[in-house]
Each structure stands twice: as structure tokens, then as C-alpha cells.
């Protein structure tokens, strides 16, 4: 089954302008992390943003920040005043506590445009 | 500047042949990871080390085979057992693998090519 699961393949967004990306997850488990990458075309996964299960405040990190809804189970991405240089894929993913791996379960993705 | 490196940065390999990745990392961390990229698809977990002379299978694992004799580098080899070989790989590391909060940081990828 399906443990990340982003709706939107893609979207554009005016530079300056807010985007959200949405990020539903499926875990049992009761700790877990949440994770954002941004991967431009030249292929590189970039980690922009984290957000522990136990953590009561959303998380931010300058123009990104995590709208974090436990009980929907949604890790929404915003990115506030776009830039022509967020255009890329955008992957959410999560981290399972059980996992002795540590492996990182990642959605499919969106694509985000950023037009001037 | 500490990071992961990763060579070549494009590979491209007849039918048949084996190939191997080279994933470097000077971070220090004990984690390293091996996923593969399918065009339009998210990360799939090839191969995973904890640890310097261990290293486990992830979901993917047919036809790859991983080595780590050093803490630092942790290189992928395609076997011609592969069947479907023509991806994007990335190598990852995070300070340890057990754990939700530990981050994985990335090299910047090998694009193979089989022809």
C-alpha cells in the first residue's frame, strides 16, 4: 500500500506568490518523521524541511514551512514568495521509528513551475 | 565542504555488462543508502549500511550487489542480472540508520544507461 501519496503531479505558480504542496501519509506507527526534497532538473535531492510526529509546533525554514495536520495525516509543504529558482519536483517522504532501516518511503512527487 | 560525491555523473553500459557507482561521503555518518529513480516515480530503497562490513537488502535488491569496506564509501554494482538497469541512482547518508529523525542527505546522482 501506498505510504505517501501526493495528488497533484504538477502546478504552476506566479513568482512571489504562495504555493502549498499537499502530502498525505499512512503509518501505524506513532513516532515518525516527515520530510521534504526538492529536486531540480539537474537530478540532486535537496532536504529542505523536517517534522517529528511529537513535534507541537510546525516546522519552518525561511520561505518553507510544514503545515502539519496529525490526525489527517497531512504534512503540507508552503513555500511563500516563489522564485523562479523553486521551480523543480517537490517528493514528500517519511521515516517509520519501527523501521530499523531507516529507509526514507517517498511519494511520487509534483512538479512545480514558477512563471514570471 | 563536507558532502557526497557520486561518479560518474553519466554512465552508459552495453547489455550484459556489469557496472559500478561510486558513492563517497565525508560527513562522518555511519547511514548509507543506495536508491534508484524511474522517470515520473519517486526513491525505491536498493541497498542499505549501517555500518563499515555490513550491509542489508532493501526492497529492490534483485540484480545489485554493494560493498563497505570503508566507512566512507559505500560503491553499487549493476550485475547484467538486472533486468531493467536504465534508471537514475542515488546514494544517500544520515549520521545513523535507526531512527525517524536523522535526515538523508544526497549526492547528486548517476544517470545509467543501458543501450
Known amino acids: 500500500a501506498q505510504k505517501i501519496t501526493q495528488t497533484q503531479p504538477g502546478m504552476f505558480v506566479q513568482e512571489k506568490e504562495a504555493v502549498t504542496l499537499d502530502c498525505t501519509y499512512d503509518?501505524?506507527?506513532?513516532?515518525?518523521?516527515l520530510f521534504w526534497y526538492k529536486q531540480p532538473s539537474s537530478g540532486e535531492m535537496i532536504f529542505l524541511i523536517y517534522?517529528?510526529?511529537?513535534?507541537?509546533q510546525n516546522a519552518t525554514e525561511g520561505r518553507y514551512s510544514l503545515n502539519f495536520q496529525k490526525a489527517r495525516k497531512s504534512a503540507n509543504l508552503v513555500i511563500s514568495a516563489s522564485q523562479l529558482g523553486d521551480s523543480a519536483m517537490y517528493f514528500c517522504?517519511?521515516?517509520?521509528?519501527?523501521?530499523?532501516?531507516?529507509?526514507?518511503?517517498f511519494g511520487a512527487g509534483t512538479q512545480v513551475v514558477v512563471t514570471p | 565542504d563536507g558532502g557526497i560525491t557520486q561518479s560518474p555523473k553519466y554512465l552508459f553500459r552495453k547489455e550484459g555488462q556489469n557496472v559500478t557507482l561510486s558513492c563517497e561521503q565525508n560527513?562522518?555518518?555511519?547511514?548509507m543508502y543506495w536508491y534508484r529513480q524511474d522517470p515520473g516515480q519517486g526513491l525505491r530503497l536498493i541497498y542499505y549500511?549501517?555500518?563499515?562490513?555490513?550491509?542489508q537488502k532493501g526492497d529492490i535488491a534483485e540484480g545489485y550487489s554493494v560493498s563497505r569496506e570503508k566507512k566512507e564509501s559505500f560503491p553499487l554494482t549493476v550485475t547484467s542480472a538486472q533486468k531493467n538497469p536504465t534508471a537514475f541512482y542515488l546514494c544517500?547518508?544520515?549520521?545513523?540508520?535507526?531512527?525517524?529523525?536523522?535526515?538523508?542527505?544526497f549526492g547528486p546522482g548517476t544517470r545509467l544507461t543501458v543501450l
Open positions: 560527513l562522518n555518518h555511519d547511514a
Open positions: 544517500a547518508s544520515s549520521i545513523q540508520a535507526s531512527g525517524s529523525r536523522d535526515t538523508q542527505y
Open positions: 549500511s549501517q555500518i563499515v562490513n555490513d550491509f
Open positions: 503509518t501505524s506507527d506513532q513516532s515518525y518523521g
Open positions: 517534522q517529528g510526529s511529537y513535534d507541537e
Open positions: 517522504a517519511m521515516r517509520e521509528e519501527t523501521d530499523s532501516w531507516g529507509k526514507l518511503q
